[in-house]
């Protein structure tokens, strides 16, 4: 696993055999962040990584000059690898353990980048609830952006803010952003005619 841009690019991070995890490939990683270099600059964002596993994506928006990141995962082994990391580095990465969705009902910032890599073997509707829940809790900031990594059998078109997707081998990553405004409110103001 390594770096692929920013400061550390190049860099391999060796985390221990045995995490329960599926780090995004690099080739995925190169073309999620291509997607994102279209509509952020890096520096300043504050990102949320859940289900971070590794580490992986947190140290790819460290590396390239993000310094609030809160990485979320319930294995006590992969939190630890992300703070003994962070510290190597000197990223500021938060590492919190934590059931993914306890954190989100719990918490009560917003982020500019909402980054979720489940386990692919979730059920659909538990896709549908993380979606939901970030949602409701209002943790994405209105001209923020959520990405989601999962299989094709998950589908995830029809949510709420569902923007556009993406496919890379395996994986897919659907992008959401909050829409502006409604169609009604749209509409209203075609219809409407302007005072003067």
């Known amino acids: 696993m390594r770096i692929i841009s920013g400061k550390y690019k190049g860099r391999r991070i060796s985390p221990p055999k045995g995490l329960p995890v599926r780090p995004t490939t690099d080739m995925s990683k190169e073309a999620l962040f291509n997607v994102l270099n279209n509509y952020f600059n890096f520096s300043g964002l504050k990102v949320l990584d859940l289900f971070a596993g590794t580490g992986n994506i947190s140290y790819e928006f460290a590396s390239r000059g993000s310094e609030n990141i809160t990485s979320v995962d319930g294995d006590f082994g992969c939190v630890k690898f992300i703070k003994q990391t962070a510290d190597e580095f000197d990223f500021n990465i938060a590492g ?3 059931d993914v969705f306890k954190f989100i009902e719990k918490n009560k910032s917003s982020y500019d980048i909402i980054f979720a890599d489940p386990p692919y073997n979730l059920d659909q509707k538990t896709f549908e609830k993380l979606v939901e829940l970030i949602f409701a809790n209002e943790l994405l900031q ?4 959520m990405v989601i990594e999962h299989s094709k059998y998950t589908k995830l078109d029809h949510m709420i803010n569902f923007s556009f997707k993406k496919s890379y081998g ?3 990553f659907s992008f959401f952003e909050i829409n502006g405004e409604s169609e009604e409110e749209v509409k209203n103001e075609v219809d409407g005619t302007e005072e003067g």
Not at 142 to 145: A, F, P, W
């Open 142 to 145: 209105e001209d923020g952006m």
């Open 170 to 172: 395996g994986s897919i």
């Open 96 to 98: 919190i353990k934590s």
